[in-house]
């Protein structure tokens, strides 16, 4: 979280008015989210597969993967 | 009190002025409006005060256009300024995959309770979306949210972990870089008892 001085939109409900006020606001700080599990799957996959083809190409060079 | 009739004993809507249009008038429950906000200038955060302190269910309508350095990011939710960790959150981010012809869920996040606040959707670049949200003084007051555009849909649910008040204020914002642009709208609506 950050405290930052910020423009705030303010309507009261009760005089039907709205004002622009400037004061300190807590705000979550950005963050990139984790990916999501299927993409991780993948990435399992990709790596077991270059895994694969390079125990193929030792035990069979003249194979072109 | 004089009273009118048209010769063909109808009423003419135009002739009845907008306060006499109360929910005891209807037959049916309605939604009634309490609030309708226009940005004009960018801003960080607004702010809905002065609600009725009772129980009640609202419906919060967002349309966000995003601007500053954050343009795909969520917009999260505070009541009552209670910026302490009192409130649980779950989001999900689906998108169409034509392939399968299907959503399938392309990001989950649960991270409210460290943010003390609600995270309301996450919706890239211009954001839509309705929440209904049920205040009852004493228990967790509760948010769901349903938000898209394109071929993004987000479905978010989220509490406000306070039994003892009611909500007398909402408070939407970004994280820090994320503004409203002017253009963006925000109304509030109070189901008639």
């Known amino acids: 979280m950050v405290i930052e001085m910020e423009k705030v939109l303010v309507y009261d409900c009760a005089k ?3 004002r622009i006020e400037e004061r300190d606001i807590k705000l979550p700080e950005f963050e990139e989210p984790e990916p999501p599990e299927f ?20 035990l069979h060079p003249e194979i072109t993967l | 009190m004089a009273q009118y009739y048209y010769s063909d004993r109808q ?8 306060s006499a249009v109360t929910p005891a008038k209807l037959s049916f429950g309605t939604w009634e409006k309490i609030a309708e ?4 200038s960018q801003v960080a955060q607004v702010d809905i005060t002065n609600l009725p302190a009772e129980d009640k269910v609202l419906m919060l309508v967002l349309n966000a256009i995003n601007t500053g350095s954050l343009t795909s990011c969520a917009w999260f939710i505070r009541f009552n300024n209670d910026t302490g960790t009192n409130y649980e959150n779950t989001a999900y981010v689906l998108f ?3 392939n399968k ?4 869920e392309l ?19 211009t954001h839509v979306s309705h929440s209904i949200i049920y205040d009852l003084s004493s228990e967790e007051k509760t948010i769901s949210s349903y938000g898209g555009t394109g071929t993004i849909v987000t479905i978010a649910v989220g509490e406000w972990k306070n039994t003892t008040d009611n909500i007398t ?16 709208k925000i109304i509030v609506f109070r189901l008639s008892k």
């Open chain 2, 37 to 40: 906000v226009n940005v004009t």
């Open chain 2, 101 to 104: 012809s299907a959503f399938e």
């Open chain 2, 96 to 98: 169409y995959n034509p």
């Open chain 2, 107 to 125: 990001q989950r996040h649960d991270d409210a309770a460290d943010r003390a606040c609600i995270a309301e959707t996450y919706i890239p670049m």
């Open chain 2, 169 to 184: 204020s909402i408070s939407i914002f970004g994280p820090s870089g994320l503004y409203f642009a002017p253009g963006s």
């Open chain 1, 39 to 58: 993409q991780k799957k993948l990435e399992k996959v990709i790596q077991d597969v270059e895994k694969i083809k390079e125990i193929v190409r030792k």
């Open chain 2, 11 to 18: 009423v003419k809507t135009e002739d009845i002025v907008d």
């Open chain 1, 16 to 18: 039907h008015e709205t």
